[in-house]
């Protein structure tokens, strides 16, 4: 082909890319249309339930379960809200349920902070193969070691007492590695500096570390919470006296003896539910900030 040739043909050339540019943003935009459609939709599809108990705990009890379903409650009964605390003990179980969760976030962090600590920045001797063997317990069922932990806990004179709840869960193995991962994420140069200061190890982990992994610790804090104050298998082991029930326990009990009182039965479960969705939408932009950034190298 000769210079000749080249010169007539990139004109059509340029004028074909231009004829189908312009459609390729329409398609872009109309997939984008798609999945944001998608996206409403399965919001949709895990915000109905939660709606739908709301509204029931605002109805009469013969009006919950009404054909064809009333998505607004008419008239609303906000006596269900009064109702439930003074034919139950609410204020117990919320109290304990929050006692458990607070001391349970406080001490996984402490202690998941600083043990991922030694595993990501301290060497020593069989420190990758003792990091192996301890996350590996995340893959150990709970209930295959559930009856010797239950007679070790009965020995120590723990059994029904919240301190059982609190042994048992100030220790885990996925807080540790995920602090160790965006621990990783921070630059080695900045512990090398500071050990050239003179700056100990203890004083590297909370001066420079722990300021740096606020997303992190967020995550953390969230999750365990979370899972403290949702957790019913151990409360149901080891807290047996009623003035140590947690929220559901309490709901479990409250459900056996109001069996026909679905109104108030699902306030009381807004009641379970409402603090930790608070904490979430107070929390989740260093939730979703930590999730992000934790085992990014760089």
Request: aromatic share 12%; hydrophobic share 50%; charged share 10%.
């Given at each position: 082909m000769t210079a000749t040739d080249l010169s007539l043909a990139t004109p059509a050339v340029a004028a074909s890319d231009n004829r189908s540019a312009p459609g390729r943003p329409v398609r872009s935009r109309g997939w984008r249309l798609v999945g944001y459609a998608a996206l409403v939709l399965?919001?949709?599809g895990l915000l109905?339930?939660?709606?739908?108990?709301?509204?029931?705990?605002?109805?009469?009890?013969?009006?919950?379960?009404?054909?064809?379903?009333?998505?607004?409650?008419?008239?609303?009964?906000?006596?269900?809200?009064?109702?439930?605390?003074?034919?139950?003990?609410?204020?117990?179980?919320?109290?304990?349920?929050?006692?458990?969760?607070?001391?349970?976030?406080?001490?996984?962090?402490?202690?998941?902070?600083?043990?991922?600590?030694?595993?990501?920045?301290?060497?020593f001797p069989g420190r990758n193969a003792l990091f192996l063997a301890y996350v590996g317990t995340i893959a150990v069922p709970w209930q295959s070691y559930m009856i010797p932990q239950?007679?070790?806990?009965?020995?120590?004179?723990?059994?029904?007492?919240?301190?059982?709840?609190?042994?048992?869960?100030?220790?885990?193995?996925?807080?540790?590695?995920?602090m160790?991962?965006?621990?990783e994420t921070i630059p080695e140069e900045l512990s090398e500096s500071a050990r050239v200061d003179g700056l100990s190890e203890f004083g590297i982990y909370r001066r420079i570390m722990l300021p740096l992994s606020r997303?992190?610790?967020?995550?953390?804090?969230?999750?365990?919470?979370?899972?403290?104050?949702?957790?019913?298998?151990?409360?149901?082991?080891?807290?047996?006296?009623?003035?140590?029930?947690?929220?559901q326990l309490g709901l479990n009990t409250f459900i056996s003896q109001y069996n026909a009182e679905y109104a108030l039965i699902m306030t009381g479960s807004v009641l379970s539910v409402l603090p930790v969705a608070v904490i979430f939408l107070l929390g989740q932009r260093h939730f979703i900030e930590g999730i992000a950034t934790t085992g990014l190298k760089g």
């Amino acid at each position: 082909m000769t210079a000749t040739d080249l010169s007539l043909a990139t004109p059509a050339v340029a004028a074909s890319d231009n004829r189908s540019a312009p459609g390729r943003p329409v398609r872009s935009r109309g997939w984008r249309l798609v999945g944001y459609a998608a996206l409403v939709l399965a919001a949709a599809g895990l915000l109905l339930p939660f709606y739908w108990m709301v509204v029931a705990s605002l109805k009469t009890n013969s009006d919950v379960f009404t054909i064809p379903i009333t998505w607004l409650p008419d008239p609303v009964v906000w006596r269900n809200y009064l109702d439930i605390w003074q034919r139950s003990d609410m204020m117990t179980w919320l109290g304990n349920t929050l006692l458990l969760s607070v001391v349970v976030t406080l001490l996984q962090v402490v202690t998941g902070s600083f043990a991922a600590y030694g595993f990501a920045r301290v060497r020593f001797p069989g420190r990758n193969a003792l990091f192996l063997a301890y996350v590996g317990t995340i893959a150990v069922p709970w209930q295959s070691y559930m009856i010797p932990q239950f007679i070790l806990m009965s020995k120590l004179q723990l059994s029904n007492t919240l301190w059982s709840i609190v042994a048992l869960q100030a220790f885990g193995a996925f807080g540790v590695f995920l602090m160790k991962q965006f621990y990783e994420t921070i630059p080695e140069e900045l512990s090398e500096s500071a050990r050239v200061d003179g700056l100990s190890e203890f004083g590297i982990y909370r001066r420079i570390m722990l300021p740096l992994s606020r997303p992190a610790l967020a995550s953390l804090a969230l999750l365990t919470f979370v899972t403290t104050w949702n957790d019913y298998l151990g409360p149901l082991i080891y807290l047996r006296s009623p003035e140590l029930r947690t929220i559901q326990l309490g709901l479990n009990t409250f459900i056996s003896q109001y069996n026909a009182e679905y109104a108030l039965i699902m306030t009381g479960s807004v009641l379970s539910v409402l603090p930790v969705a608070v904490i979430f939408l107070l929390g989740q932009r260093h939730f979703i900030e930590g999730i992000a950034t934790t085992g990014l190298k760089g």
